[in-house]
């Protein structure tokens, strides 16, 4: 049997942590191995115990979760799982080294045990509410002339490859996922990616899956959970099941 992965949940609701490590806990492949009330005990409890994923509230007394997030994103993967749905406090999270924000009420019980998953295996999840504060805010990157990129820029820019490795890497797969299942190299995979990143002027895994998941939505996203399509180049909606796995 393959040894479960490591958990520490952080929130200051003693409620939410019971709830949360009795979910985690009923799973084969993941364990609950510490649980913090705030960010300082975090950092602390990822020191001893090195979780393999870090469940990371964002308001707490001593220090908050934006706060401690750069440091415990070094550690561990990090899934933002809070009530706070403010578009700048998703925006700062996922720039923080955040790989997933899930708000509270948008997705159900096998919905965070996947987003988990998701996330350990190197993709991003966004509930409905994160992917459309991270596509209405500012162009994700550095430079002052960039522009937002459309369907149609996206599919001119990209070659039929970088399509194909950006339709696995909004269904969640990771590189070498993508690698295996396109019979390619991982680092041609990586190579790939980043040249991905380079053509729409992103920073991150998450920013460019933000902008293919709104261009595959015509930038239609709900309050609630986004249904996953494949990509830009082909359109629609499915039923809606839970957080959006990028």
């Not at 925006?91 to 997933?100: C, P, V």
């Not at 960039?146 to 269904?171: C, H, N």
Request: net charge negative; proline share 6%.
């Amino acid at each position: 049997m393959a040894e479960r992965r490591r958990v520490l949940i952080v929130d200051d609701n003693p409620v939410i942590r019971v709830g949360l490590r009795l979910l985690v806990d009923g799973a084969d492949d993941l364990q609950v191995v510490a649980e913090a009330c705030n960010g300082q005990e975090a950092l602390e409890r990822a020191a001893e115990y090195a979780p393999d994923v870090v469940l990371l509230d964002v308001r707490m007394p001593v220090r908050g979760g934006l706060e401690v997030l750069p440091e415990l994103s070094q550690r561990a993967c990090v899934i933002m799982l809070t009530s706070s749905d403010e578009d700048e406090t998703i925006r700062a999270a996922m720039g923080l080294g955040a790989r997933g924000y899930l708000v509270y009420g948008s997705m159900d019980e096998f919905g965070i045990l996947q987003s988990i998953r998701t996330a350990l295996g190197g993709g991003a999840v966004l509930s409905g509410q994160a992917a459309a504060a991270l596509l209405s805010g500012p162009p994700p990157t550095a430079g002052p002339n960039s522009q937002r990129a459309t369907p149609e820029r996206m599919l001119s820019v990209l070659s039929e490859r970088e399509i194909a490795v950006m339709d696995l890497l909004a269904a969640g797969k990771s590189n070498g996922e993508i690698a295996q299942q396109l019979f390619l190299a991982p680092k041609t995979v990586k190579n790939h990616v980043n040249r991905i990143f380079a053509k729409l002027h992103v920073v991150s895994r998450a920013q460019a899956m933000a902008l293919w998941l709104g261009s595959a939505l015509d930038e239609e996203v709900t309050t609630g959970s986004v249904a996953a399509v494949p990509g830009p180049a082909r359109r629609g909606l499915g039923p809606d099941r839970g957080p959006r796995a990028l």
